[in-house]
């Protein structure tokens, strides 16, 4: 069974900096893309950037808002995903879901963590 | 930058009876849309990508439809439980981005 557990959310000061992890589980980890998404307190749902696999190069892309600031990195060795986020907003306050990313085509997430909440506010 | 619209933003169904939401992309994007739902509490679960492959475990009274701009979630005959939010999600290859609709809420008539 997959699982993805994500960890290290918290309260924190705008222009603080907080490191997400995501443990998974269920399957071979260093053979799937990966992808954090996002939701802000009663919105919708944001993708934030995904990392290939190393195989595919380990290249990570991001969206607009958090390119500059965010960065996710693997460890295969410990099949956990890293979201370093860093220049914290207040509107960076949401609930951050690790995923898989689909094997046909990489344009969907198939599995989903259960989400760490993160909140800035001063 | 692709802009994903559902409608309606509500949608209210009685149990037994066939519930279709849509999607719409700015631009073309082929296939490569997918749709989700969302219950209170909960992480988003996958239900179609490729705009009508059924993910693993979906019921086979959700299906999908559409290609281009245009795309249907379609549940064919409402149980308790799929009372929920649904959002479609579409991907583009260059830069890559993935965007989401703002949602659909399908509740209990």
């Known amino acids: 069974e997959v699982q993805l557990v994500e960890s290290g959310g918290g309260l924190l000061k705008p222009g603080g900096s907080l490191r997400l992890s995501c443990a998974a589980s269920g399957f071979t980890f260093s053979n799937a893309w990966m992808s954090w998404v996002r939701q802000a307190p009663g919105k919708g749902l944001e993708w934030i950037g995904r990392i290939k696999t190393e195989t595919d190069g380990g290249t990570t892309d991001y969206a607009a808002p958090v390119k500059g600031r965010f960065t996710i990195s693997r460890d295969d060795s410990k099949n956990t995903l890293f979201l370093q986020m860093n220049s914290l907003k207040i509107e960076d306050t949401a609930v951050y879901y690790c995923?898989?990313?689909?094997?046909?085509?990489?344009?969907?997430?198939?599995?989903w963590g259960q989400g760490t909440l993160v909140t800035v506010s001063s | 930058e692709i802009v994903m619209t559902q409608s309606p933003a509500t949608l209210s169904v009685s149990p037994g009876e066939r519930a279709t939401l849509s999607c719409r992309a700015s631009?073309?994007?082929?296939?490569?849309l997918a749709w989700y739902q969302q219950k209170p509490g909960q992480a988003p679960r996958l239900l179609i990508y490729?705009?009508?492959t059924r993910a693993t475990g979906i019921p086979a009274r959700f299906s999908g439809s559409g290609s281009g701009t245009e795309f249907t979630l379609t549940i064919s005959s409402l149980q308790s439980e799929d009372f929920a939010v649904y959002y479609c999600?579409?991907?583009?290859?260059?830069?890559?981005?993935?965007?989401f609709g703002q949602g659909t809420k399908l509740e209990i008539k």
């Open positions: 490729g705009a009508s």
């Open positions: 999600q579409q991907f583009n290859d260059w830069p890559p981005r993935y965007t």
């Open positions: 631009q073309s994007i082929s296939s490569n």
């Open positions: 995923t898989t990313v689909g094997v046909m085509g990489a344009t969907y997430f198939d599995y």
